[in-house]
């Protein structure tokens, strides 16, 4: 079993408070849970209305399965030109 994790440190360009920023993340988590066969949450800075980091992961049998999905999740992101991506962090564990 191998379990895949991608964290997304982001910066949202619209928001101007929290109310706001929840929208735009919560619209772009359940585009990903349609899409992709993964669990997504936002992880961190939940109390700055500018910041984002989200968390994602896969599991399957082999990194060769989850690595394409992962990409595609960064790439659904990045492609809502609603945000920056200031750090991306790919992780495969091994069981």
Known sequence: MVIGVLQLDLRLHGPQNLKQKRGVIQKLLARCRNRFPASCSE??????????????????????????????????????????LINANTEFIHY
């Not at 800075?45 to 394409?68: C, K, N, T, Y």
């Open 43 to 84: 992880v961190g800075h939940q109390d700055l209305w500018q910041r984002s980091l989200l968390g994602f992961a896969v599991v399957s049998s082999s990194e060769q399965v989850i690595a394409p999905i992962l990409s595609r999740i960064e790439d659904e992101i990045m492609a809502s030109g609603e945000l920056d």
